[in-house]
Nanobody, 122 residues
Framework: QVQVVESGGGLVQAGESLRLSCTAS????????MGWFRQAPGKEREGVSC????????YYEDSVKGRFTISRDNAKNTMYLQMNSLKPEDTAMYYC???????????????WGQGTQVTVSS
C-alpha cells in the first residue's frame, strides 16, 4: 500500500521561510519522479515544482523561481521544498505527488498525499 505524507506547513509572515517534507512508502521511491502542487481556496490545483528520480533535473513554476528549492534524499524516501521569501499569494494547501510522469501536469502523477497547509500573513 502506497502512502505519501507531507509535513512542515504552518503560519508564517511574509518574507519568512518554511521547509516542506514529503515521505513516501510502499513504492520504489528512487525510481519515481516527484512533484509539489498547491491549491488555494477557490482556485484550481497547480504545479509548483518537480524533480526527477535522480534529483538531477528540476523544474519550477515561474512565480516561485528563485525563491523555492526542491530536493530529494532517496536514501530517506523523502522529498523537500525549501520556500524562502514567502508571499501572501503562496498561501495554499501544498500537496506532494509521485509520478511516473514528469512535469507540472496533475494527470502525470499517480500517488498523492493529503496536503499540508501553508499560510503567509502580510
Amino acid at each position: 500500500q502506497v502512502q505519501v505524507v507531507e509535513s512542515g506547513g504552518g503560519l508564517v509572515q511574509a518574507g519568512e521561510s518554511l521547509r516542506l517534507s514529503c515521505t513516501a512508502s510502499g513504492l520504489r521511491f528512487g525510481t519515481y519522479n516527484m512533484g509539489w502542487f498547491r491549491q488555494a481556496p477557490g482556485k484550481e490545483r497547480e504545479g509548483v515544482s518537480c524533480i526527477n528520480w535522480s534529483g538531477l533535473s528540476t523544474y519550477y513554476e515561474d512565480s516561485v523561481k528563485g525563491r523555492f528549492t526542491i530536493s530529494r534524499d532517496n536514501a530517506k524516501n523523502t522529498m523537500y521544498l525549501q520556500m524562502n521569501s514567502l508571499k501572501p499569494e503562496d498561501t495554499a494547501m501544498y500537496y506532494c505527488a509521485a509520478g511516473p510522469g514528469w512535469g507540472l501536469e496533475i494527470y502525470k502523477y499517480k500517488y498523492w498525499g493529503q496536503g499540508t497547509q501553508v499560510t503567509v500573513s502580510s
